[in-house]
């Protein structure tokens, strides 16, 4: 059994930062495509971003092109959302996880194919 654990999550003003953090123990994530996807009350689960195996390449929605950056510590088996710019649009729990059979970000990976994620961190954007 695979379990996510992510962190990182805050109360945060619009225009402000915020990393987050997603590892699973026991698992070596540089092995596996890795997507944050989030979901607001009310609102469809949205695929946000992803890292292939290896960081070969990276997913961004459209919506937070040139805001958000994902990374990856392979040391530490840790992968990273750094989120600049907030907005209060971006509110919502953030979920980090894998398919244990994709290693390539793909759209519908990002959005629907999830076999593992985690208890997500809340991140609220607000004045």
């Known amino acids: 059994q695979v379990q996510f654990v992510e962190s990182g999550g805050a109360l945060v003003q619009p225009g402000g930062s915020l990393k987050l953090s997603c590892t699973a123990p026991?698992?070596?994530?540089?092995?596996?495509?890795i997507g944050w996807f989030r979901q607001a009350p009310g609102k469809e689960r949205e695929g946000v971003s992803c890292?292939?195996?290896?960081?070969?390449?990276?997913y961004y929605t459209d919506s937070v092109k040139g805001r958000f950056t994902i990374s990856r510590d392979n040391a530490k088996s840790t992968v990273y959302l750094e989120m600049n710019s907030l907005k209060p649009e971006d509110t919502a729990v953030y979920y980090c996880?894998?398919?244990?059979?994709?290693?390539?970000?793909?759209?519908?990976?990002?959005?629907?194919?999830?076999?593992?994620w985690g208890q997500g961190t809340q991140v609220t954007v607000s004045s």
């Open positions: 996880g894998a398919n244990l059979m994709r290693r390539r970000c793909t759209d519908y990976f990002i959005n629907y194919e999830y076999d593992y």
């Open positions: 026991g698992l070596t994530m540089r092995d596996y495509a």
């Open positions: 890292a292939s195996a290896g960081l070969s390449d990276t």
